[in-house]
């Protein structure tokens, strides 16, 4: 039996693309053919080898935007981010791809081809049980997606860019609130980075931060909105930030009056994770949080490694704070070696600290190689019963990414130990 | 020293634009401050933190949405601001470098302005003509695509940047015109508190009729069209089609 690892962009963080010993490797590369996007309904028809940033490029000629949006759009391919139900910054805003995807085609082990909904594609259609979203968030276990059907809004002709300082989280818990409350609609993203990062992105670019005034804050905040009319956006916005003024939940901030401050800001949101990997090996976490925990979890997490002798550990924390979605990264400076034993110690302290509050060990990265041992302790067996069901029924063979995603189960064959 | 700053409303640099209508679309299309007006603004700014200005007035052509951007202004440190309210395109359709000039001369003579800061063009007509067209209407010597300008001894000194290298130019007393270019700073951002304190700030509006001025177009634009579309690349097989290609197709090879 030979396995097969099909790969898009190759940015995923799970290593849920890597071939482990001897399969073949099928790039979707080739098949990177816009068909349409329909004016009318935003229904967006492309090959899954499209890499992001074109089809980007593609809607937003035509004045519509495809509702996902991550770093690593430049590489990454639509295929990709439908096998790992990519999130990304707009999320809080137009939703999952299991709210974007109007069809799929995907081609399974057997060879069968399946059209769900793709060709053609309707908005509405409850005929049937809906497989499609078995396949986004699937990483390639069941079948390779081939081309899809993805509903894009139209492309906000206003939108207004923020960056934020914050002395303590408790105001980025109340700066959340007031921007919900007063941008309301039109709130599109909100991420957070703290201050370690910023620094860290700050002496990987060799620039200080364009507003010295709040340089070594502890929370810095990206805010956006989207909206259909500059002027409305505008009175929303102002009222926004009046109110963080008068409340005080903000040390300072500026606002992008340009496309180029605009990208400026997105950079430094952007250049995170680049960054942390230029500094040494990274310990990647990619957690769902209650909010209001993040600190604490933080806290307890450099506590709990404040003994190690092994080596010197940075943390750094960014991520969709909005969706409570913490990307936990811990590097030991200037080592680019994985040590093996530390590995596990910060995975246990890790795990402890999101199962007592009752997060999730992967809120948008997917499962891969790296995180599919957790399975049995996150899901009751029934669970993880039924999913080995679809899994058998999908590709009774294994041979679809073996040793990814699922753990091991008797009932497929795994080539790879 | 009193510092009159021409600040142009255009469409954001970064902005693809298309054309409707034998012009530019302006419909639902991003506006930006004019990046080398961003940069004249910062000079001013500069100068006055650096004491040598006493006051410095942004001014903008346009329609009622100008006070946005010279909002932009006020919040990187300009005093207050002058609006000339107009429904013309300033992007060369309507209003034209010559009657643009025209209105800034007349405004200067209302201020009193003793050095007039410009971007070296506005990004959308690329014209480049309205500081020296100023200088020349107003009898001042001018600077133009300025890199770096020093206030010395009641005058400028300023490096302009030339394609063969930099001049250096001493004028030894003011007034003067001079147009800023890409490398004589990099403009700051403004805060927040600064966008607050910057509505406090007053910004007068002209209409741009009352001002005795001709705003006729003299130039006429017969067409506006977009650049031919690239041809697609291709990619070759080996070395030997890549060589083919060059000599046969591209002929740059003999």
Redesign the interface.
């Known amino acids: 039996m030979i396995g097969v690892v099909p790969q898009g962009g190759n940015t995923g963080l799970t290593g849920g693309s890597v071939p482990l010993e001897c399969e073949v490797v099928l790039s979707l590369e080739n098949l990177r053919d816009i068909h349409s996007l329909d004016p009318t309904t935003g229904i967006l028809t492309c090959d899954t080898g499209c890499i992001l940033q074109n089809l980007l490029d593609f809607a937003a ?1 035509r004045d519509h935007l495809v509702p996902v949006d991550l770093g690593a759009k430049g590489t990454c391919q639509i295929g990709g981010n439908i096998s790992t139900n990519a999130g990304g910054s707009f999320y809080f805003r137009y939703g999952s791809l299991h709210a974007n995807i109007v069809g799929l085609e995907v081609v399974l082990a057997n060879g069968d081809i399946l059209n769900m909904g793709c060709t053609p594609a309707n908005l509405k259609d409850n005929t049937g049980y809906d497989m499609k979203h078995l396949f986004i968030g699937a990483e390639g276990t069941l079948g390779v997606v081939t081309r899809a059907a993805l509903l894009c809004p139209r492309l906000p ?1 206003s ?1 207004c860019t ?1 960056l ?1 300082a914050c002395d303590s989280f408790d105001d980025v818990l109340n700066v959340l609130e007031v921007a919900k409350k007063s941008m309301g609609e039109i709130l599109a993203a909100f991420e957070f980075i703290d201050g370690p990062t910023m620094n860290l992105v700050c002496q990987s670019r060799s620039k200080p931060l ?2 010295p ?1 709040f340089q070594d804050c502890p929370y810095y905040l990206l805010v956006e909105s989207h909206g259909s009319c500059e002027e409305h956006d ?1 009175a929303k916005m102002d009222k926004f ?2 109110t ?2 008068d409340e005080d939940y ?1 040390v ?4 992008a ?5 605009m ?1 400026e800001m997105w950079y430094l949101r952007e250049a995170c994770n680049p960054s942390c990997v230029s500094r040494g090996y990274v310990y990647k976490y990619d957690l769902s949080l209650p909010i209001p925990e993040f600190p604490r979890f933080i806290e307890q997490l450099k506590e709990a490694l404040s003994d190690s002798s092994l080596c010197s550990l940075d943390f750094f924390n960014w991520g969709h704070v909005i969706d409570g979605n913490l990307h936990c990264n811990i590097v030991c400076r200037d080592n680019f070696e994985l040590n093996s034993s530390l590995k596990e110690r910060i995975e246990h302290y890790v795990f402890e600290g999101v199962k007592g509050r009752g997060g999730s060990m992967s809120a948008e990265h997917g499962l891969g190689q790296q995180k599919r041992k957790y399975m049995p302790k996150l899901h009751r067996p029934e669970t993880l019963s039924k999913m080995h069901d679809i899994k058998y029924i999908f590709d009774p063979n294994g041979i679809l990414n073996p040793g990814k995603y699922l753990p091991q189960d008797y009932r497929c064959f795994e080539r790879v130990p | 020293m009193k510092v009159l700053v021409g600040v142009k409303r255009v469409v954001d640099y970064a902005v693809k634009v298309r054309v409707q209508n034998k012009s530019v679309d302006l419909n639902n299309v991003k506006m930006s401050l004019n990046p080398f007006c961003e940069i004249a603004v910062e000079e001013a700014v500069r100068l006055k933190e650096g004491k040598q200005a006493d006051e410095v007035v942004a001014m903008s052509i346009g329609p009622k949405q100008c006070t946005e951007t010279l909002r932009t202004a006020l919040a990187m440190g300009c005093d207050r601001a002058i609006h000339v309210s107009t429904d013309l395109r300033t992007d060369y359709i309507d209003l034209q470098p010559y009657a643009i000039a025209k209105i800034f001369e007349k405004v200067v003579e209302q201020e009193g302005s003793d050095l007039v800061l410009l971007g070296k063009q506005g990004i959308d007509s690329d014209c480049g003509q309205t500081g020296p067209m100023l200088a020349g209407f107003l009898g001042w010597p001018q600077v133009t695509f300025a890199a770096n300008v020093e206030a010395k001894d009641g005058g400028i000194q300023v490096e302009r940047e030339t394609d063969a290298g930099t001049e250096t130019i001493n004028i030894p007393s003011l007034p003067a015109v001079v147009t800023c270019d890409l490398r004589l700073n990099e403009p700051r951002y403004a805060t927040l508190p600064n966008i607050m304190k910057a509505k406090k700030k007053k910004v007068d509006t002209i209409d741009a009729d009352s001002l005795g001025v001709d705003l006729e177009a003299h130039n006429e634009v017969l067409e506006v069209f977009e650049p031919a579309q690239r041809k697609e690349g291709i990619m070759v097989e080996d070395i030997d089609q890549l060589l083919d290609k060059l000599k046969n197709e591209a002929g740059v090879l003999a």
Not at chain 1, 252 to 255: Q, R, S, T, V, W
Not at chain 1, 257 to 261: A, C, D, E, I, R
Request: aromatic share 8%.
């Open positions: 000629a002709s939108r923020t934020l364009p507003f005034s505008q930030l009046n963080l003024f903000v300072d901030g500026i606002i009056s340009s496309l180029k401050q990208n």
